[in-house]
């Protein structure tokens, strides 16, 4: 059975990211951030279990990269990344990498797993309480154009 988005297409399909992806990631990643990532950062976590995508019939359309890191015991999962490409939004991709990316540190057996957002991006907080993250606490300034970073927690 063929799963689609809200705008009738067919749901992308969600898998590990290959160099052969990376481009299209970078583009991505260009398209959503005022500080995008460098194309180098994403082919360090090429062999990351959490670095997935999202592929439809026109390419790459979304990704997330998490890893895990160590914690006094058991790992702490972090979702570094995340974005979807701009005219793809609100079919519900984000939330479709985000599940999969936590599925993925759950079996890393994480006890919980951490993300930086942007105070103002009010989409990407309402997707991360949906998911049960919390706000834990506020880093003043975080990114470079002055605005405050939420980190955001949710146990396994």
């Known amino acids: 059975m063929t799963t689609t988005s809200p705008r009738g297409r067919p749901a992308p399909e ?13 583009r ?7 500080q995008p990532w ?35 015991g058991r790992p702490l999962g972090h979702v570094k990344d995340i974005a979807v490409r701009p005219d793809r939004r ?9 599940e999969r990316a936590l599925a993925v540190l759950a079996r890393e057996d ?3 797993v951490k993300l930086e957002v942007r105070a103002g991006n009010d989409a990407a907080i309402r997707l991360y309480r949906g998911f049960g993250f919390t706000h834990h606490h506020t880093v003043p300034r975080y990114y470079d154009d002055g605005e405050d970073a939420l980190v955001m927690l949710r146990g396994f």
Not at 28 to 34: G, H, K, L
Not at 59 to 72: C, K, L
Not at 90 to 98: D, F, K, P, V, Y
């Open 90 to 98: 609100g079919e519900g991709i984000g939330a479709s990498l985000l």
């Open 14 to 26: 969600i898998r590990p990211a290959v160099r052969a992806d990376l481009l299209e990631v970078f």
């Open 38 to 72: 460098p194309f180098s950062a994403f082919e360090g976590f090429l062999d990351a279990p959490g670095f997935l995508v999202a592929v439809a019939e026109e390419g790459v359309v979304g990704y997330v990269v998490a890893d895990t890191v160590p914690n006094h």
């Open 28 to 34: 991505i990643e260009q398209a959503s951030f005022p």
């Open 110 to 112: 994480t006890a919980r």
